[in-house]
């Protein structure tokens, strides 16, 4: 079962199914199509870091929405984030290997979900980062409110996705919630090569 069979998955429990199904084999194959989701994240957050003036502290503390087996937060150590990196991961087998890791303090095991909040605390975070979850499935649009919740004031949301998805939804809630005031939008861009043939959307806001 390929990284793609995931998009043939119609429901919250298929999807986490086929995460603990494929766990074992997951970053050999995410990494054999050649995928750069953690690496765009952090190379779109400096920049936006240049261009704007803001500063996610490095020593501060992270929130890692679908951890997974914890590439995102390697390329969090390695960009030199010292501070306290969290996971949000449910899947048992996918976090095993993360936890082998040793970059996370706290895994909360909660799926994402537009109508129910979860278990982590509200306006804790520096940044809340996310790569490669966000889709037209379970982690759909209507989660933003979400990961903002657990943002600081202040804070910064760092998503990467699968541009596909862009104009599922995310465009238009994204415009919704600046509308609203509870974000600004930072940084908003589309990248080739997010793996195999994709193309991946990285957006940046900050919680106002």
Request: proline content about 3%; overall charge negative.
């Amino acid at each position: 079962m390929g990284i793609e069979a995931v998009y043939n998955t119609k429901t919250p429990a298929e999807e986490l199914n086929h995460f603990e199904e494929i766990a074992d084999e997951y970053e050999r194959t995410v990494k054999a199509l050649n995928y750069t989701g953690p690496q765009l994240c952090i190379q779109a957050l400096k920049k936006c870091e240049e261009k704007t003036g803001i500063s996610v502290p490095r020593n501060g503390k992270c929130i890692d929405i679908g951890a997974g087996t914890g590439m995102s937060g390697e390329s969090l150590r390695s960009a030199g984030f010292t501070g306290v990196v969290d996971a949000l991961e449910p899947s048992d087998n996918m976090y095993s290997i993360a936890a082998q890791k040793g970059i996370y303090s706290t895994r909360y095991s909660d799926m994402l979900s537009p109508d129910k909040e979860t278990s982590v605390e509200s306006s804790a975070y520096d940044l809340v980062l996310s790569c490669g979850v966000f889709s037209n499935r379970s982690a759909s649009s209507g989660c933003l409110p979400e990961v903002i919740r657990m943002a600081k004031m202040g804070g910064v949301i760092t998503i990467v996705m699968n541009n596909d998805f862009w104009k599922d939804g995310f465009d238009s809630a994204v415009e919704k919630l600046e509308e609203q005031k509870r974000v600004q939008v930072m940084y908003n861009d589309s990248f080739e090569g997010f793996f195999g043939d994709k193309t991946a959307r990285v957006f940046i806001l900050q919680k106002l």
